[in-house]
RNA sequence: GGGCGAUUAGCUCAGUGGUAGAGCGCUUCGUUGACAUCGAAGAGGUCAGAAGUUCGAUACUUCUAUCGCCCACCA
């Protein structure tokens, strides 16, 4: 047999084959585990839900990387006999999605979305998607990802629907999702709302100017932003400044560059009194900071810039103009009167929206938040420290789950940033002024809101044209795959997973909210194990992107060197919650490795024979061998089980290529090439018992050169067929 | 401003309270029979710096330096 081996392992031909091969033969799916008798009705269940990615993206290392580790862990509990269960899907990221079409209709047909009704717009998107998707579905399997397909699933379709509306529609009677306005993040380029966490902060230049509102008023403020001070309507100070007390609690009607601006002084102990001249001009509608203060202190929200980032007052240069262009006429007129009294650079962080790159424009909303911190009866809970009919909050039941340790992050030193995020959480802001996405239950008619999970009976009612936070949708991920709201079989058996694997920078995005969601809705922890990965950065270290150019294409790296090997340079050096690097060195270093576990099967499989019945007589090295490869099962399942995927890897590495195959394939040659009969039968099988071990530890690794040389192993009875279901 | 991580061979990184490790690269040699995508041997390190704990510290503690990351609207 092994005469029909070629010196090298082809994997291009092969590889497609063996995944479908496995593909058709059912195992990915947990119930035909069960079925074909491979394992028990009743085995333990390991399940795993794979992060959905963008539906917009193609497969790039970092996406590659979480799929191989998902799957070391999936084939290593198949084998060990699990319930196993690694559920795929795509997410449908509302912003991006939206944001990637509306370009392509602009760069092709120079039209925007606004020329398009809704429903056509809609169309684009879904057509767009679809195409996407398979290609997506392709590039999964081409890592070899063990997948479950039968139950692929999507953020935005029916089923998923349905959760959503159902979520939602609970948490509105529940009083936890409320409409209201409040000052929130506006992406002027996106033309709609953003959550806090998906700001991001960029250092820059600026000026500060301080001055007065005018000659008349006794205090001088400093800003960056002069033109908002039109919306000011007080002064902050801080309460034991002695400088200002007299002033605290006096009103002060002024003209401000044409506009008449009524200030009240107040104090709040946020005030830093040594920043610029310790006075803070509050401007309630386009500040955060100084809308918490006004909202203290009772003080009027006054909106001045709109929606597209234009001046809604002022006069002459300074209305309807952009904030840009209000900014240097403000200046102008603060010139002019001769208020201005210093001008310095300073350093700024700047808040940038995540998705456009647009400077964020806070502005007052009517927008739909999640109350992170109000009261509620939960009805039902598995959760250490949360008894069922007890008051509690969602923030609580965030804090409570990784506190209690119902959920272990790992690396241990997330939880402390984990903890801080959440201890300065404010509300969720899951309204989003787009139109590809989930659309928001809710009904108008008149002075009439109707929330249901189907629309209301009656003429003239009309649904919010707001869809929702594309992580709302993923927060339901665990279970909103399971079949949820339905009480199904799956969900019963497969939720809490096991184990979450995603990278570190969606831990606020999209870990956190699982819990809140699945605290709230299920009461128990969605997950066991949270297993964060880090960032594939390329040989410089830098993140690898588009604009830099430096993409590894891992397609391109299967192409050229085989799936097992780039899948054992993306485990090598990835602790957990550490970026990883990759390079084609690398992985040409890897693929020697498969070259090399294909050659030292192909001589075992060679100098096996059959035929020879005489009874081994094993020597002391034999017996020495064979009891380091019982240490070694051992090591290796301690650390897959202990998440140390790399280290496994190499110490397979290694074991097999200068343990195996340098010194006892070596040291064994003297006795397969004599002529005693029962050496060499000791030989032969110490080798064979040897490689089969080895094969099966691999086989999470390197699943695609280990299935094919298993094919050709000779196998007992009770061995499976498969390597994929050996027992390990 | 607050927090976290890193610093070990030329490069990329493991690791441990008791003689410093791997891969790649480099040098020399070998190999026509599993594999040149190979094998053997070798050069190469004050384990960032300082102090402390200890019989003994690369590892534990503290401080310092440099780099990186996360959080935060000093207006």
Not at 420 to 440: A, F, K, M, V
Not at 629 to 651: C, N, P, S, V
Request: charged share 30%; net charge positive; aromatic share 10%.
């Amino acid at each position: 047999m092994g005469s029909e081996m070629n010196s090298r392992f082809d994997f291009k031909t092969l590889e497609p084959k063996i995944y479908e091969k496995w593909e058709k033969s059912g195992f990915f799916n947990p119930d035909n585990l069960v079925k074909k008798g491979i394992i028990k009705k009743d085995a333990k269940p390991f399940s795993i839900m794979l992060p959905p990615p963008n539906v917009t993206g193609i497969l790039h290392m970092g996406s590659a990387l979480m799929l191989v580790i998902e799957d070391i862990m999936i084939r290593f509990q198949r084998m060990r006999g699990r319930k196993t269960l690694w559920l795929p899907g795509t997410d449908h990221a509302a912003i991006a999605t939206e944001a990637k079409v509306a370009k392509h209709l602009w760069d092709k047909e120079h039209k925007s979305k606004h020329d398009l009704d809704r429903e056509s717009f809609l169309k684009r998107i879904d057509q767009f998607v679809e195409e996407n998707r398979n290609t997506m579905l392709v590039q999964m399997r081409a890592i070899g990802a063990s997948l479950d397909w039968s139950r692929l699933a999507f953020t935005l379709d029916e089923a998923r629907n349905l959760a959503v509306r159902t979520a939602f529609k609970r948490m509105y009677d529940d009083g936890l999702i409320y409409r209201g306005t409040r000052v929130v993040n506006w992406d002027p380029r996106g033309h709609t709302t953003v959550s806090d966490d998906e700001v991001e902060h960029e250092e820059r230049e600026a000026i500060l100017y301080t001055f007065r509102y005018s000659k008349d008023f006794p205090i001088s403020i400093a800003t960056t932003r002069p033109e908002t001070k039109l919306g000011d309507t007080a002064v902050a100070v801080h309460p034991d400044d002695t400088r200002y007390k007299k002033y605290v609690g006096r009103t002060y009607e002024i003209s401000f560059a044409g506009e008449p601006l009524t200030i009240k002084v107040v104090s709040d102990r946020k005030i830093d009194p040594k920043f610029g001249t310790g006075a803070l001009g509050v401007t309630p509608a386009h500040s955060m900071i100084d809308a918490e203060i006004a909202e203290k202190n009772n003080i009027p929200i006054k909106q001045v810039i709109d929606e597209q980032a234009r001046m809604l007052v002022g006069g002459d240069g300074i209305k309807g103009e952009k904030v840009a262009v209000a900014r240097e006429a403000v200046l102008g007129w603060i010139r002019k009167d001769n208020l201005l009294e210093k001008e310095e650079k300073i350093s700024q962080n700047i808040s940038v929206s995540q998705r456009t790159g647009a400077v964020i424009e806070p502005l007052p909303k009517l927008q739909w938040f999640i109350d992170v911190n109000k009261n509620f009866n939960v009805e039902h809970s598995t959760l250490k420290g949360i008894r069922a009919n007890q008051k509690t909050t969602l923030k609580k039941i965030m804090q409570t789950a990784v506190r209690s340790k119902d959920i272990e992050i790992l690396p241990h030193r997330f939880n402390k940033i984990y903890f801080h995020w959440i201890d300065n959480l404010r509300d969720w802001c899951i309204s989003r002024q787009l139109w590809y996405g989930h659309q928001i239950p809710v009904w108008y008619r008149g002075d009439d809101v109707y929330c249901g999970v189907t629309p209301p009976k009656g003429p003239g009612w009309k649904q919010d044209p707001d869809v929702l936070d594309t992580w709302f949708s993923a927060a339901l991920w665990t279970f909103s795959t399971l079949g949820w709201p339905k009480k199904t079989k799956d969900l019963e058996t497969f939720h809490p997973t096991d184990v979450l694997e995603t990278g570190y920078d969606i831990i606020f995005f999209w870990v956190a909210r699982m819990i809140l969601m699945s605290g709230y809705l299920l009461g128990e922890v969605p997950f066991r194990t949270v297993y964060l990965h880090g960032i594939v950065r390329d040989e410089q270290r830098r993140k690898i992107s588009k604009s830099l150019g430096n993409n590894i294409d891992p397609l391109d790296m299967i192409e050229l060197y085989g799936t097992d090997a780039v899948r054992m340079s993306l485990i090598a050096g990835t602790m957990p919650g550490g970026d990883s690097k990759i390079s084609e060195d690398k992985i040409r270093g890897y693929r020697n490795f498969t070259t090399k576990i294909w050659n030292a099967s192909r001589f075992v499989l060679m100098n096996y024979d059959e035929e020879l019945k005489a009874k081994p007589s094993y020597t002391k090295s034999d017996k020495a061998h064979l009891a380091q490869l019982e240490r070694l099962k051992k090591k290796i399942t301690a650390d897959l089980e202990d998440f140390k995927f790399h280290q496994a890897g190499e110490t397979l590495y290694h074991y097999f290529w200068h343990t195996f195959a340098d010194k006892i394939i070596e040291d064994s040659k003297k006795r397969l090439y004599g002529d005693n009969p029962a050496e060499k039968r000791a030989a032969q099988e110490t080798l064979m018992t040897i490689l089969k071990e080895c094969l099966k530890m691999l086989h999470p690794f390197t699943p695609f050169v280990t299935e094919e040389v298993w094919q050709m192993v000779p196998k007992s009875k009770s061995e499976q067929r498969m390597i994929m279901v050996e027992k390990w």
